[in-house]
């Protein structure tokens, strides 16, 4: 059984990247404050990501389940993911997003989300020590919202700046609360400086890392993605394969590379996994983090009509 841990869906998207707005243009084209670039992959004609494009290329290749998590990015998407959980309530666990980049906002943001149903929520919190008034992982107001979710058994999707400087806060959170639920993303921005020291989160009970993004990493290289594959390995030897999980960071990964390209350097690479760490990699880790229902048996790639 086969698991994205890290995918995004979007209505419309309209957000903000680096304190500059972000909106739609045409074909996947979106604009950065003035800057116009490939967002998404070109038949996004209407940059639009609705989950039926996601359920299509995932039952192209074969994958059975999938997490969603959400960026500043695209703006907030909660009312449209609520469509997406009563739509496929069993094929997708949805992240919910909250404001953290205010923090006086966090208390009402975190009760309305818990209300409409999420399970989980996402903290993107990468620009939180670069703000005009930097916000800290372990201060008060966020605490909070640690705290209520570490009550309510709810999972945190973190993505953390890139490097070492968030990890003294949120070990410190974690201390705090050993049993928090936590997957942090990009694989700890694996191959840039200190990334190791992300990834060595996993050593607390319930600290996965997730690998979506990776190939972006890595895009100079492209398939296999080689030194993807040998950073996989650094992190199992460091944690253990039952604390990482595969992702694809869908759609925006897409503008290089195919879905299946994605997937497939893990699926048919990584020869340093035994069969049993490759189930666990694919879909075991993530099935036990976000409480999917487990199957050993897979779906099935679609065949190519190029293979035909």
């Known amino acids: ?49 609705p989950v039926e494009l996601v359920i299509a290329a995932q039952e192209d290749a074969g994958v059975d389940k999938a997490v969603v998590t959400q960026e500043y990015l695209d703006g907030n998407q909660n009312k449209y993911l609520l469509q997406v959980i009563q739509k496929y309530p069993d094929h997708f666990f949805v992240h919910g997003l909250l404001d953290f980049t205010y923090p006086g906002n966090l208390k009402q943001e975190f009760n309305e989300v818990v209300t409409m149903g999420f399970k989980g929520i996402k903290c993107p919190a990468m620009s939180l020590p670069f703000l005009e008034k930097p916000v800290r992982l372990d201060q008060p107001e966020l605490q ?11 999972v945190l999707s973190i993505d953390l700046a890139e490097g070492s400087i968030q990890v003294p806060e949120m070990k410190r959170v974690l201390k705090r609360l050993p049993g928090l639920k936590v997957a942090v993303g990009h694989f700890g921005m694996a191959g840039r400086k200190d990334w190791m020291h992300q990834v060595r989160l ?6 996965y890392i997730e690998c979506g993004g990776i190939i972006w990493l890595f895009r100079r290289e492209g398939p296999p993605f ?23 960071d869908y759609p925006r990964t897409m503008v290089d590379f195919t879905y299946r390209q994605s997937l497939d350097f893990a699926r048919y690479g990584c020869d340093f996994f035994s069969q049993e760490e490759r189930n666990l990699f694919l879909g075991g880790n993530a099935a036990r983090l976000y409480r999917f229902s487990y199957s050993a048996r897979k779906k099935k790639p679609a065949t190519l009509i190029t293979e035909f």
């Open 144 to 154: 909070f919202v640690w705290e209520q979710m570490y009550e309510r058994e709810m």
């Open 226 to 248: 080689h030194t993807a594959q040998l950073k996989i390995k650094q992190a199992v030897k460091a944690v253990g394969a039952d604390k990482i999980m595969w992702g694809s």
């Open 202 to 207: 996993a050593k607390y009970k319930n600290v």
């Open 1 to 49: 059984m086969i698991i994205d841990a890290h995918i995004h869906l979007w209505d419309k998207i309209k957000g903000r990247l680096g304190g500059e707005e972000v909106c739609p243009v045409r074909d996947g084209i979106i604009r950065v404050g003035e800057k116009e670039v490939q967002g998404m992959p070109t038949w996004f004609t209407n940059c639009r990501n």
